[in-house]
């Protein structure tokens, strides 16, 4: 599976965003996905993840209750809602995907990764 991420911007602290993750094939809802964030000097992050049909997600506790993952099956698109958001949110995004098994908060877990979108939160 390939994946395209996009909707990263430049946005005041308090500010929301949507980011979305667009990917090819025809067996996406097999897959679990997740996003990752990366900021400078920093190793990469888990944000959130989806299970298969969207009923099981899981955050990281510094997001929790401002960050909704969620997707869209017949869109083949995963999407990141971020609310309130902080200048410690600057970062790169990532969506991920892996093909089988739980869900995963490990990015070594994800096999396949999308490029990256830029969030950048002022104060």
């Known amino acids: 599976v390939q994946l395209q991420a996009s909707g990263g911007g430049l946005v005041q602290a308090g500010d929301s965003l949507r980011l979305s993750c667009a990917a090819s094939g025809r067996t996406f809802s097999t897959y679990v996905l997740g996003w990752f964030r990366q900021a400078p000097g920093k190793e990469r992050q888990f944000v959130a993840v989806?299970?298969?049909?969207?009923?099981?997600?899981y955050y990281a506790d510094s997001v929790k209750g401002r960050f909704t993952i969620s997707r869209d099956n017949a869109k083949n698109t995963v999407y990141l809602q971020m609310n309130s958001l902080k200048p410690e949110d600057t970062a790169v995004y990532f969506c991920?995907?892996?093909?089988?098994?739980?869900?995963?908060?490990?990015?070594?877990?994800?096999?396949?990764w999308g490029q990256g979108t830029l969030v950048t939160v002022s104060s």
């Open positions: 991920a995907a892996k093909s089988y098994g739980s869900t995963s908060y490990v990015p070594d877990d994800y096999a396949y």
């Open positions: 989806s299970g298969y049909r969207g009923l099981t997600t």
